[in-house]
């Protein structure tokens, strides 16, 4: 039961005690706790049940990870200032919950108000469509070091694919923050208490994120997400800033065209950055896992498409071979974690990395022994070739030109539009 219903029956509760003594009020008791119970019952914003024809399903998700010196929030901070930013959603619905973690915070982080609309550009907000987020009933909360909390649930209009604007006029604040800097997207920053400001346009601008991760929506039983997996590639590196073209963005596109996938919602679970077996940018994937993966809602898929910086930081021929058959390993241990819970498990292939900073006759035999693996062994319900569908057909240890930054190891816009039509989408139906 959500705080709303519980302050509600803290309230009848009172109301209680004045009947207590007086038989004469029985009849009005009776009534209360009728009106009490179908009100409560029947309202799904009340309870925090979606109806029972309808389920929570995740349609945006970011990875939470401490944020590094020089992506901290710019001057003037975040404590007792305003920050507006901006997300895009997968899929649609008329009722949402929010996620804001401070999980690698020393101290408490308190949200004076909260406030979400839909994003009208720039930072500005469609004020028709604006209202304030409570938490167990109560406007003002506050996150202590390590926790994750959920906004009451509350009615909003939600088309699928539309940008959202979630608005946190901050009290006091840690000065280790949990964010996400990969956004690809700005936020805005206003001094003292903005939070209903129709326009940001003289705000401080920055590209990350902090404190949100994620939404949760009420969709029909036949919707359900996907989870992507990744590091620095599916966290948008080579897509275009605001622009929303990650190839997970690219996906959900995909997903929504496709009248026969338009329940399925993509939650993009990238770290720029990131590795498989230890702790690079970010909690590493495997103990990431349970965080990213099953704690999502409903989530029905899992892409794993990472494993790249393990092998381009691997030393040596030895240790080459050791981090492709660790990998391997790791990828075995997430597949029977996501089967256990009903997860089907899709591999995507490693692209190639010639003439990057990670080319090594020792990373590329790495990367093909992880590579047929994937393609070859079984493990995985479905496979994604991702380096096929990206790779040179005339120099296939490279990138195709037309789909490269010039880095030679992340794609650009194209590259990242390409991956996206390589994933078939009847592996979603």
């Not at 004469?24 to 009534?31: E, K, M």
């Not at 009490?36 to 029947?42: D, E, K, V, Y």
């Not at 000065?175 to 400001?197: F, I």
């Amino acid at each position: 039961m959500s705080g709303k219903s519980y302050m509600d029956n803290i309230s009848i509760y009172k109301r209680f005690q004045s009947f207590r003594h007086s038989f004469a009020a029985l009849p009005a008791l009776i009534g209360l706790l009728f009106t009490l119970i179908c009100f409560t019952f029947s309202n799904p914003e009340l309870t925090g049940m979606p109806n029972s024809d309808k389920e929570w399903v995740g349609t945006w998700s970011t990875a939470p990870q401490l944020v590094e010196p020089h992506n901290m929030p710019p001057e003037p901070g975040l404590s007792h200032n305003s920050l507006r930013q901006v997300v895009r959603v997968s899929l649609g619905g008329d009722s949402l919950r929010v996620r804001f973690s401070n999980e690698f915070g020393s101290s408490p982080v308190t949200m004076d108000a909260v406030h979400i609309a839909v994003s009208a550009g720039s930072g500005a907000i469609d004020p028709n469509t604006h209202q304030a987020l409570r938490f167990d009933g109560e406007p003002v909360v506050t996150i202590e070091p390590g926790a994750v909390i959920m906004s009451d649930p509350f009615r909003f209009v939600l088309e699928p694919r539309s940008d959202v604007a979630i608005t946190i006029h901050f009290g006091d604040t840690s000065p280790d923050v949990t964010g996400h800097p990969g956004s690809r997207t700005t936020s805005y920053l206003l001094t003292g208490n903005k939070v209903s400001a129709v326009d940001f346009s003289d705000a401080v601008q920055t590209d990350h994120w902090y404190i949100i991760n994620g939404i949760d929506v009420v969709a029909s039983e036949s919707a359900a997400a996907v989870v992507v997996l990744g590091n620095s590639i599916t966290d948008g590196r080579g897509s275009g800033t605001n622009k929303q073209n990650r190839w997970t963005d690219e996906l959900a596109r995909r997903l929504q065209e496709s009248h026969d996938t338009r329940n399925v919602a993509v939650l993009n679970m990238g770290i720029g950055g990131n590795c498989v077996l230890r702790n690079c940018l970010g909690p590493a994937a495997l103990s990431r896992f349970e965080r990213d993966v099953i704690g999502q809602a409903r989530v029905h898929w899992l892409i794993i498409f990472e494993g790249i910086n393990d092998i381009g930081q691997a030393q040596g021929t030895e240790g080459s071979a050791l981090v492709a058959a660790s990998l391997i390993t790791a990828y075995e241990q997430m597949i029977d974690s996501a089967h256990a819970r009903g997860i089907r498990v899709y591999g995507a292939t490693l692209l190639p990395f010639g003439d990057s900073f990670y080319d090594s006759p020792d990373h590329e035999s790495a990367r093909n022994k992880v590579n047929e693996w994937i393609r070859s062994s079984g493990r995985f319900d479905a496979v994604i070739d991702l380096d096929a569908a990206l790779r040179d057909p005339e120099n296939p240890l490279h990138l195709l030109p037309a789909a490269d930054t010039g880095d030679h190891l992340h794609p650009n816009e194209t590259g990242h539009r390409m991956m996206a039509e390589a994933v078939d989408l009847m592996l979603f139906k």
